[in-house]
């Protein structure tokens, strides 16, 4: 009887007040389930309530209209956070998008770093830190517009112990490199990283790595790479990643996940088949993807890693000689046991777009083949594509990939997306990869409304949850009571991007409002000025 009358007072009590009330949304929860009609609550970062809410007290009610309301995407290949302690506006990149969370740190991350290893711009700045700890305190009190969850980068532990050059730590190196993992791991980093076809990440061994891996996994971290190879032998590349995971104990994730050059295009089934394998016998590997046949990368990755062995300033110094250009130019032509780019973009500089060029470089070129831009300087293409490597390293963006792969990786379970890319300001950026904008509404465009290669749900799944659980994000990435409140509207008929190879900074059109922790951080395409963001330590509790 007293349980009862508790019972009906309780229900006589008003309704506790909502700080953001979402309405009238077509529900995507980020599980693969199908959708649903409801209402969401959100009470500070935490999502309260999911249902018939309509009418209940909010300080704010957005009507979605029928509108689709899915977690924030999370971005499995972010770039640096680094341009956010910069410019935390140039979150505008990630936010147009609906992505609430980047995977930060590939090869390279944003630390350890020494005062040789920091960028001239965060030094004019004013910003000087060592390690993550340090780091992410500047990074918060600057104000963040996404989350961001950050790996050590295995060739970031090389620069700052070793530098540039070729050749393998001593044990006191080694010693050093496994501290400041340690030490990365535990001021919340989630795991280490490769890139493995540039220097110095290339010259790292297998055995160093599975190193550093063995230290990250004592902290229960993951494996991050971007393979030593992703053309002829990258079914070879695919077994190193497995190995270094096996043997360390960390699970692997791929970046980017592709078959570059047309003769290496059928490589990409046996790839999946072989991640596929992998899981089935016990072992945790992911891969994600990006919805471009072009990728990015600097235009000195067509050179062989060998000739930066000893650092950029010799391979300088021999640039300017005839002898020295003719002998690159036949290896690059002649060759094939290294990731040659100008091979995999078919021997054709047509296939080989500029994306940007220095500071003070011809703003001509960009956004024109190396073909067009011999044409437009009255120089010969391989003269113009020495004398570009002369002075800092222009991005290119070789055509390597086929769609029919894309459709492959996206209709396989275990394959999330990227972009590939940091933040960026449209209003000071010489330019882009226009998977830096573009990325995700491309996904949901192309793939999903259009050619129909996936399902929406699926594709919110692999966006959301999917790579969530990877991040060991267990309280983000679904729709459900407790989560946390990063969340997109968007409209699934007019969601477009709109970023070219030719005008890579267009904003992508149909996001309608972007959560983050709770706080509406964009609304109808542009940022509120909330910097809602946090640096994300999964392995905090790890210590």
């Given amino acids: 009887m007293r349980f009862a009358i508790l019972a009906a007072v309780a229900s006589l009590a008003p309704a506790q007040q909502f700080d953001l009330l ?17 209402d969401i609550g959100i009470r500070g970062d935490r999502i309260a309530e999911i249902g018939s809410l309509r009418g209940r007290p909010a300080a704010r009610t957005l009507d979605a209209g029928g509108q689709v309301a899915s977690p924030g995407f999370v971005d499995m290949m972010g770039g ?46 004013g910003y ?74 290339t010259y790292a061994k297998r055995a160093e790595l599975v190193e550093i891996g063995k230290v ?128 995999h973009a078919g021997s054709n500089w047509d296939n080989i777009l500029i994306a940007t060029v220095s500071r003070g470089g011809d703003k001509r070129l960009e956004g024109r083949s190396l073909a067009e831009a011999a044409k437009i300087l009255g120089k010969d293409e391989w003269t113009t594509f020495f004398d570009l490597l002369a002075g800092p390293d222009p991005s290119v963006n070789p055509r390597s990939m086929n769609e029919e792969q894309k459709h492959l990786a996206m209709r396989t379970p275990f394959v999330s997306f990227d972009t590939d890319a940091s933040p ?46 990877r991040l060991k994000l267990y309280d983000r990435g679904r729709i459900a009571p407790g989560m946390a409140a990063d969340l997109v509207v968007f409209d699934p008929d007019r969601i477009q991007d709109h970023a070219s190879f030719t005008q890579p900074l267009a904003m992508s059109a149909g996001i309608r409002w972007v959560v983050v922790n709770g706080k509406v951080a964009l609304e109808d395409g542009k940022m509120t000025g909330v910097m809602a963001g946090r640096v994300l330590r999964p392995n905090a509790k790890m210590k």
């Fill in 22 to 38: 979402i309405t009238n949304a077509r529900v995507v929860d980020g599980m693969g389930n199908p959708w649903f009609n409801a």
């Fill in 80 to 125: 640096a956070s680094s341009p956010m302690l910069l410019d935390p506006t140039s979150a505008v990149s990630k936010l147009t998008q609906g992505i609430t969370t980047i995977f930060a740190g590939e090869g390279g991350s944003d630390a350890p770093q020494t005062p040789q290893t920091l960028s001239a711009d965060f030094l004019k700045a």
């Fill in 128 to 201: 000087r830190w060592s390690a993550f700890a340090g780091y992410f305190a500047l990074l918060e009190k600057r104000g963040m517009g996404v989350n961001a969850i950050h790996n050590v980068g295995a060739a970031q532990l090389r620069r700052v112990v070793i530098g540039m050059e070729d050749r393998e730590p001593t044990a006191a190196e080694l010693d050093r490199m496994r501290s400041l993992a340690d030490a990365a791991m535990r001021d919340g980093a989630v795991g280490f990283s490769t890139a493995l076809i540039y220097p110095p990440g």
């Fill in 216 to 343: 990250v996994a004592r902290h229960g971290g993951i494996y991050s790479t971007h393979m030593r190879n992703e053309s002829s032998q990258l079914l070879e590349a695919i077994e190193e990643a497995i190995d270094i995971g096996k043997q360390s104990g960390v699970p692997v994730h791929i970046y980017h996940l592709k078959a570059a050059g047309q003769e290496n295009w059928p490589l990409m089934q046996k790839a999946v088949d072989r991640i596929a394998a992998a899981r089935a016998a016990g072992q945790d590997v992911t891969a994600d993807v990006y919805p471009y046949i072009r990728n990015g990368l600097g235009l000195s990755a067509l050179i062989h890693p060998r000739h930066f062995a000893k650092g950029r300033a010799p391979f300088a110094q021999a640039l300017p000689s005839p002898e020295f250009r003719a002998g690159l130019r036949r290896e690059i032509e002649e060759t094939s046991n290294w990731e040659n780019w100008y091979r």
């Fill in 424 to 469: 960026t300001n449209p209003a000071t950026a010489t330019g882009a990869h226009p998977r830096a904008f573009g990325s995700f509404p491309r996904i949901l465009a192309k793939y999903v409304r259009e050619d129909r290669v996936i399902p929406l749900e699926e594709a919110i799944r692999k966006m959301t949850s999917l790579a969530a659980n």
